[in-house]
């Protein structure tokens, strides 16, 4: 893979659906290590993003590098796909299987790998999220946090007979909507471990103000397809830029109204 300090670039990435531009033209770069926020209100597209990074979905024009390798769609065309992390919002734990197995998927491709081994790599990475011995329960014999910490864990499995040193992109979709704000801590604190452990870069799609000031050093605002305003997560505190004040303050008055979305 070629060398490049840029963990995402994106070149005048658009997508439609229908007669509506989602994403129009837009252009960004995330450096390696760096943990970015997309901000912006429901509808704005953010969750789009993330799919089209996640080689769900293509975009309708447009161009994306990630670790500088161009990428084809969708990623089955691509003999070394990079390794790109989603965290959905809902934790999509596949029901019929056991946290074991949920989280182990990856590695159970890998036949030079024991079982026993990926029951041993399968429980560190529960470790890593407080669990502990529910490896053979089935999701819905968990609590709610439960499934969603698994999901965490899911994010946190290298195969290191594989990648023996990639870093991968984490993207995480609205992780802390609809939580309470201790539940919320709690998640941000495990988001900023699973950086840290995973050694990767990072983005937080959100519009919950302590998500996003605890787990990113940039935020981008995302609204009517563009994005409206980049900066540190310092200056998002600081702004007075009218999208910034308005996402923060939730203000009905400002540039941002129902009827452009
Ligand atoms: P956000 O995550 O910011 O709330 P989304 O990325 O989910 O926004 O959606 C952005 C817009 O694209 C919304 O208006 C949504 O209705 C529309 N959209 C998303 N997916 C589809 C689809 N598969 N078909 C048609 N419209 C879609
Ligand atoms: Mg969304």
Redesign the pocket.
Known sequence: MKKSKHAVETTNLSISWGAINVLDQLNFELNEGEKLAIVGP?GSG??TILKILAGLILPTEGELRIFGEKQKYLRLDQNSPPDVRLVF?NPALLGSLTVEENVGFLLKRNKNLTKKLIHEIVSECLAEVGLFNVENKLPNELSGGMQKRVSFARALITDQTLNTNTKPLLLF??PTAGLDPIASSRIEDLINKTNNKAKGSSIV?SHVLSTIERTSDKVLMLYGGKFRWAGSIDEFKESNDPYVFQFRHGKLDGPMQPKDI
């Open positions: 429901s953010k969750s919002q979709d609205e799609v």
